[in-house]
């Protein structure tokens, strides 16, 4: 049985940085395509970042490059999501996910997904 446990999040002012845990058991993240998304009120799950089963393809959506990254720790069977210099259009809630697709955009490829963790940036 696949279970992907988050935690991390809260709330943080803006410019500052979370990080967000993904545990997962059941499957090996290493061998997983595992991607990030966010769901903020009122509008549908969006991808933010992903990173491959090989560790060769890590994207990021435009709003998360160059602010976000997202790794991973095989031996922990972990993948996590650093958000630097938070923004208020950042908040929502922040869902891991897993599958082995190659449309890792799209919410709808992944099987399996945690809890999520909420992330709530103040201006």
């Known amino acids: 049985q696949v279970q992907l446990v988050q935690s991390g999040g809260g709330l943080v002012q803006a410019r500052g940085s979370l990080r967000l845990s993904c545990a997962a058991s059941g499957l090996k993240v290493s061998k997983y395509v595992m991607g990030w998304f966010r769901q903020s009120r009122g509008k549908e799950r969006e991808f933010v970042a992903v990173i491959g089963w090989s560790g060769g393809t890590i994207l990021y959506s435009a709003s998360a490059k160059g602010r976000f990254t997202v790794s991973r720790d095989n031996a922990k069977n972990t993948v996590f999501l650093q958000m630097n210099s938070l923004k208020p259009e950042d908040t929502g809630v922040y869902y891991c996910?897993?599958?082995?697709?190659?449309?890792?955009?799209?919410?709808?490829?992944?099987?399996?997904w945690g809890q999520g963790t909420q992330v709530t940036v103040s201006s």
């Open positions: 996910a897993a599958d082995r697709t190659y449309t890792y955009h799209y919410a709808e490829s992944y099987a399996s």
